[in-house]
Each structure stands twice: as C-alpha cells, then as structure tokens.
C-alpha cells in the first residue's frame, strides 16, 4: 500500500470508462479530498473486473458510487439490468459460476471477491430495490490527512 490521493483512483475510473460508451455511466462521488495508504493497483484492477462483468447485464445505465465512511472505502456499482436471481444471490461469486449454459464461465465475481479480500475487505451483492443489481467492495483504508 503507498499513500496517495483517492482522487488518483478516480482519475483511472475515468480513463477506463472513456472506452466503455455504449452505456451511460454515472459516477458519484462522496468523499474529502484526503491521502490515503491503500493499495490502488488491486483496487484499480478490481473495478476492471466488476466493469467486465457488469456490462454483461447493464441495459442502459451503470452508476459508480464512491464513498468515505470513517476508514473504510466503499464502492457501489448499481445497473439497470435484470438482477440476481435468488440462487445467484447465494452462488454467483462462486469460481466457474454462470447464469446460462450459453454465457461466460462465470470468474468476475469470484476474482472482484479475492481481490477485495486481498485488500482485507468484503463484497456484497443485492438487488435494487428499483430493479438491477448492486455489488458493494468496501476495503480498510489508513487515512493520513483531510485536506
């Protein structure tokens, strides 16, 4: 871990969004500008994943929150698209998962969970209560200063 700026970590959100225009992406953001000790390789590298895997079933709109919360970071990434099911619910971050025999084999949510893990961290996943998904990576950040 090394101690940088969060906004570093969105600067990068943003270059890798800027290849991903076939569907509206909205970015919130709810946090002091501060300097942190986090990794953000595996966090960047996460949030590669979980955008790979949510543009699989977004069907308009994907909405990227991110938050402060005392020392934890936490991510939110809410599409439109269908949901989980409830078996998905409890087995899609399961290795080799998948939703259909058509689909991918289905490794996104079981590498966004170690790679959240990695970063002793937890991952969620819920439906909206307004229809589609929500995958939650909270991570323990050290936050060094508020600026």
């Known amino acids: 871990m090394t101690q940088q700026s969060l906004s570093k970590f969105e600067e990068h959100?943003?270059?890798i969004?800027?290849?991903?225009?076939?569907?509206?992406?909205?970015i919130i953001k709810n946090y002091?500008?501060?300097?942190?000790?986090?990794?953000?390789?595996?966090i960047i590298e996460l949030m590669e994943s979980l955008l790979n895997n949510v543009y699989c079933f977004a069907e308009k709109t994907i909405t990227i929150?991110?938050?402060?919360?005392?020392k934890l970071l936490i991510i939110y990434v809410k599409?439109?698209?269908?949901?989980?099911?409830?078996?998905?619910?409890?087995?899609?971050?399961?290795p080799?998962?998948?939703q259909n025999k058509n689909s991918h084999f289905g490794l996104g949510l079981t590498i966004v969970e170690a790679?959240?893990?990695k970063h002793v961290g937890?991952?969620?996943i819920v439906n909206s209560i307004d229809g589609g998904a929500i995958v939650s990576a909270v991570f323990a950040i050290k936050v060094e200063n508020l600026h």
């Open 96 to 98: 080799y998962y998948f």
């Open 122 to 124: 937890n991952l969620k």
């Open 17 to 26: 969004l800027q290849y991903r225009v076939e569907k509206e992406l909205l």
């Open 65 to 70: 929150t991110i938050t402060l919360q005392e």
């Open 79 to 94: 599409d439109d698209g269908p949901g989980f099911s409830k078996k998905e619910l409890l087995t899609a971050t399961e």
């Open 115 to 117: 790679l959240t893990q």
């Open 32 to 42: 002091p500008r501060i300097i942190a000790d986090y990794d953000r390789d595996l």
């Open 13 to 15: 959100l943003q270059d």
